[in-house]
């Protein structure tokens, strides 16, 4: 059977590229909205809502310009602002990004080579990652796919001998083109662009001293250089303003070569066994062809690789600069990832190209390349398709405002509050709670004087805690909570934690009544104070209890404190040593009052009337008898009411 012709098989090549963009949506759209936004999405889901002259002020007491937020505050105006919406922004970008490495794959080696970088950067954990992730991250590898593939076409263009009517023409189109493109991605992530721009430079003047005609290609290149820098002009003075008060900060990244190639899912010991043949294969892929063709490329082989390399290499120069163990900088690994995964599917070419038969190598020999070969891109996928699997398994999540929102949101009453413990965390949580008025931040330079007046006037306070060695590193929001609440509930979100505090009020300083019961022999109940007569369900209940001992105490004594319902069973309770464990009664001086507060949580009972009741015990768990006005009444003492609405 005859083989195939060029243009036959040429013709199946516009339909794998339909199927491969296909599943590039597909994989960024699948399950999209599962996961709550993250805090870096939060920002750009609540910058994306000011007006055009808001969003760029915020720009410019930030690092990064406000192209991004601009360009996805008109899609939202289009979409929507749901977590779909916002997303699917990148998404999109993610897809047209496959389609601009097939076009560069094709450009700097041949059309294989792109298909594979196609399906290569479709199915790359990261890509996906990124096109699911409402930051600029999908947008900035958009922006420098396209970028190169414009300035690899006006290179190309520059190689051949211009014609006054066609060539011309199309070079000023590229150049601006290129021109526009460049400025839209300084306005979204200028430190890259810059970079980027340098490199492209550089590059362009090593490719020009080869070529006899370099006037017509320096007068492209600065007219290029020149349109670019016009459009961000308005910017410059920004820039440099920035640069200057930035911090170079210490890279001290270990895993970023297994986030760089396998995305930020994927479990340490998951990715290392495919690390060493995706860095082989991307080596690979910095040669020559083994079986050289006639190659109809305008451009060195080398020049091409040069270009590969130099969009490597400066992703990660910025890394080096601005890398650091809290953050992962999504933005910068995209770019340098679609550099690996075009130069893994060159080297996966070459790799199918070295296993093809080889009559001079003999069959066994033949065999033996070919199971290498395979053995060794089966290694280096292997690890994308598990990265895959935990990321739609949600194994890596974000941490879940949504779920921590509505949780708020389904118990609080109206005597609640939010106490964020981070700046961080309030975009992405009032784009889930409604109540932004009942949102405070700390800490804060006087955090006994703002928790105070809260702790006075409310019942319940959730708090979200998140980085707290950070922001709190002594813990002081959370003993000032723990010394006048009661923790309610404890819930973890990632790596956010969910504390409910129930109010139970400061200490009282005296009695509310006042009372002569005596425990024992010696011990006197002189009095109580409670800090609500009211207990809606989940609601505390501070008893602060007055003592005196009559005479010394030899023994350790314990107390309790039971709400009993209707039918006389205790619905919760507090047992403890006086004063939270810290006034033992074998302390005690004789005539010396001591203060001691316990602190109930109303359990979700019934509507009615509930007794408070208290008594002591010995270690062995013995009641002291208790008499009031020289009467035995047992070993329980009745307080007061409560009523349960």
Do not use: C
């Amino acid at each position: 059977m005859d083989k195939p012709s060029l243009k036959q098989r040429n013709h199946w090549v516009p339909l794998l590229i339909a199927l491969v963009l296909l599943l590039s949506a597909g994989l960024r759209t699948y399950h999209v909205d599962n996961q709550s936004l993250s805090r870096d999405e939060g920002v750009s889901a609540q910058t994306t809502k000011l007006a055009v002259a808001d969003i760029v002020k915020t720009a410019r007491e930030s690092f990064y310009p406000p192209g991004y937020e601009i360009v996805l505050s008109g899609w939202q105006a289009l979409a929507g602002g749901n977590e779909f919406a916002l997303r699917l922004f990148s998404g999109l970008s993610g897809v047209l990004t496959v389609a601009l490495i097939y076009r560069l794959g094709r450009q700097l080696f041949n059309r294989s080579t792109g298909l594979m970088a196609a399906i290569a950067v479709t199915v790359s954990p990261l890509q996906v990652y990124a096109g699911q992730d409402a930051t600029r991250s999908a947008w900035l590898g958009l922006l420098s796919a396209a970028s190169l593939v414009l300035t690899q076409t006006l290179l190309s263009l520059l190689g051949t001998a211009p014609d006054k009517s066609k060539n011309i023409h199309q070079v000023v189109s590229v150049v601006a083109g290129t021109a526009v493109i460049n400025a839209i991605g300084l306005y979204t992530h200028q430190p890259l662009f810059l970079l980027l721009l340098l490199t492209e430079t550089l590059v362009f003047l090593l490719w020009i001293t080869k070529r006899s005609k370099k006037g017509y290609g320096l007068i492209a290149w600065v007219g290029l250089l020149v349109a670019t820098l016009l459009l961000f002009a308005p910017w410059l003075p920004t820039v440099i303003d920035q640069i200057t008060s930035q911090d170079i900060l210490a890279a001290d990244y270990p895993s970023w070569l297994q986030d760089l190639a396998y995305g930020f899912t994927l479990p340490v010991d998951r990715a290392q066994d495919g690390l060493v043949p995706l860095v082989l294969l991307a080596t690979l892929g910095l040669f020559p062809p083994v079986r050289p063709a006639n190659d109809p490329h305008s451009l060195g082989f080398i020049e091409r690789v040069g270009w590969v390399i130099a969009w490597l290499v400066v992703p990660l120069i910025l890394l080096a600069w601005a890398g650091n163990t809290q953050q992962r900088l999504l933005e910068l690994f995209v770019p340098a990832n679609l550099t690996l995964m075009l130069l893994a599917a060159r080297g996966i070419w070459l790799s199918l190209e070295l296993a093809s038969p080889m009559p001079e190598l003999g069959r066994d020999r033949n065999r033996l390349v070919h199971v290498i070969v395979i053995s060794m891109i089966a290694l280096a996928l292997l690890p994308i398709f598990h990265a895959l699997q935990y990321h739609y398994a949600a194994s890596y999540a974000h941490d879940d405002y949504r779920s921590i929102a509505s949780h708020i949101v389904s118990e609080a009453e109206p005597q609640a509050i939010v106490i964020l413990e981070t700046p961080d965390q309030y975009d992405v949580f009032t784009y889930y709670y409604p109540d932004e008025d009942g949102i405070f931040l700390m800490p804060n330079k006087d955090i006994n004087g703002t928790l105070k007046p809260l702790i006075e006037k409310y019942r319940r306070i959730y708090a979200v805690l998140w980085n707290v060695e950070a922001q709190d590193p002594d813990h002081e929001v959370e003993k000032i909570l723990e010394a006048n609440a009661l923790v309610a509930g404890t819930d973890q979100y990632g790596s956010t934690r969910l504390v409910s505090y129930a109010i139970t009020g400061t200490e009282a300083t005296e009695p509310q009544a006042s009372i002569d019961a005596r425990f024992g022999e010696s011990i006197v109940l002189e009095g109580f104070a409670l800090s609500a007569n009211t207990l809606a369900p989940g609601e505390g209940l501070g008893v602060t209890l007055f003592w005196h001992t009559k005479a010394p105490l030899g023994e350790r004594y314990k107390v309790f404190v039971h709400i009993d319902g209707p039918g006389g069973t205790p619905t919760t309770q507090h047992d403890g040593e006086p004063a939270n464990w810290a006034a033992p009664t074998d302390s005690w001086i004789p005539g010396e009052t001591v203060v001691d507060q316990h602190r109930l949580l109303m359990p979700d009972a019934p509507s009615g009337t509930y007794q408070v009741m208290i008594g002591l015990y010995d270690q062995a768990g013995t009641r002291l008898s208790i008499s009031v006005n020289g009467e035995s009444i047992g070993d329980r003492l009745f307080l007061t009411n409560i009523i349960t609405p």
